[in-house]
């Protein structure tokens, strides 16, 4: 009833109670995790490394122990967050390797074709130049 008042009053159709709207979130994989996580990240490192400018000047100004203390704080929060970063990608490395099929080693082999007089020749020509 007071959906009716309000609509009127506002010269619209009243909503219906029985709509239902349904989103649907794209499938999520790894490597859309991997991206969206990485890129978090640098964007945190890369605001942080800002402001770490930006109080490390506050920091020399006031030369308030406080302030130091929130520059150490904040540089182990980076250290932390580029150990994170580096942690992603291993962990990410790890995973395409169990996903990706058994590959094939591959050995190239160098065969020299001459005498033993030649071979040393060669071998000592390439030790003095």
Do not use: C
Request: hydrophobic content about 35%; overall charge negative; glycine content about 4%.
């Amino acid at each position: 009833m007071a959906k009716d008042v309000i609509s009127k009053s506002l010269g619209l159709e009243p909503l219906q109670d029985d709509i239902i709207v349904h989103v649907e979130a794209p499938p999520s994989t790894v490597k859309n995790d991997y991206n969206y996580a990485r890129d978090n990240l640098y964007n945190i490192i890369e605001k942080g490394n800002s402001a770490l400018e930006d109080i490390m000047d506050i920091a020399k100004q006031s030369e308030s122990a406080r302030a130091f203390e929130v520059v150490t704080n904040l540089i182990k929060t980076m250290v932390d967050a580029n150990k994170d970063l580096l942690e992603l990608a291993k962990k990410k490395k790890e995973l395409d390797k169990t996903e990706e099929p058994d590959q094939t080693n591959v050995t190239n082999n160098n065969l020299f074709v001459g005498s033993s007089a030649e071979l040393l020749k060669m071998i000592k020509d390439n030790s003095h130049g």
